[in-house]
């Protein structure tokens, strides 16, 4: 939508910057697409050990974040108008939790996405999510 595609570390600054309560590792950027990390610790853990839900849609979230502005630029303003999560199985509390995220429709006004989240190292996903985003009139 852009001729202005940020490169990682462009994004990666402006994540830091604009939502620092959300660290990520932004581990690759392609087209419609995107792999990032968070890092999990205690504080990220629910009872009974493992990954609470917020975080796991607080990474999926941002992962589309990340994807989208990965096409159209940074703009701080694009939100979330839809998000869908299916909790597959447990999510390891001694493992990052990495997103693995595909657009697919990126429209003028409106970005359909889906999130494979897994636990590092895992082959089999923890969750699978799908959003809507809204992008503002430029």
Known sequence: MTDSR?????????????????????????????????????????????????????????????????????VALAVTTNLNINFLRKPRADADVVAECKLIKLGKRLVVGEVLLYSDGDEEPVAHVTATYSIPPR
């Open 6 to 74: 940020p490169s990682v570390a462009e994004l990666t600054h402006f994540m830091q910057t604009e939502f620092p309560q959300c660290p990520l590792d932004i581990e690759s950027l392609g087209h419609h697409s995107c792999r990032v990390r968070r890092s999990i610790g205690v504080q990220q853990l629910r009872p009974g050990g493992t990954v609470s839900g917020p975080v796991l849609m607080e990474v999926a979230d941002a992962a589309l974040y990340v994807a989208i502005l990965g096409e159209i630029g940074l």
